[in-house]
Nanobody, 123 residues
């Protein structure tokens, strides 16, 4: 089992920045790829970014490419999502997830999920 806890969400004005963190505990000795997803009210949960176990490979949704950066510190069992140039349409609950096999875009690939952290971007 892997437990994931997100933090760092909040209220920010458009054009601002936030950094989300996802702390992992439990079976962290396993080589898990990690992903960030988000879900806005009335919408389906969507892929934001993912990163391989080593941190060498990353994938981004087109909507955040060039504005968001995913990274990880395996010594701290923590994954980060740096979000710059935030837009009102980035408003959502952001979730981190762990995948034992791949760092794909599909939420169905991920085995473990955090509870989420709210990000609100005002215009």
């Amino acid at each position: 089992q892997v437990q994931l806890v997100e933090s760092g969400g909040g209220l920010v004005q458009a054009g601002g920045s936030l950094r989300l963190s996802c702390a992992a505990s439990g079976r962290t000795s396993s080589s898990y790829a990690m992903g960030w997803f988000r879900q806005a009210p009335g919408k389906e949960r969507e892929f934001v970014a993912s990163i391989s176990w080593s941190g060498t490979n990353t994938v981004y949704a087109d909507s955040v490419k060039g504005r968001f950066t995913i990274s990880r510190d395996n010594a701290k069992n923590t994954v980060y999502l740096q979000m710059n140039s935030l837009k009102p349409e980035d408003t959502a609950v952001y979730y981190c997830a762990a995948d034992s096999l791949r760092y794909g875009r599909s939420l169905y690939d991920y085995d473990y999920w955090g509870q989420g952290t709210q990000v609100t971007v005002s215009s």
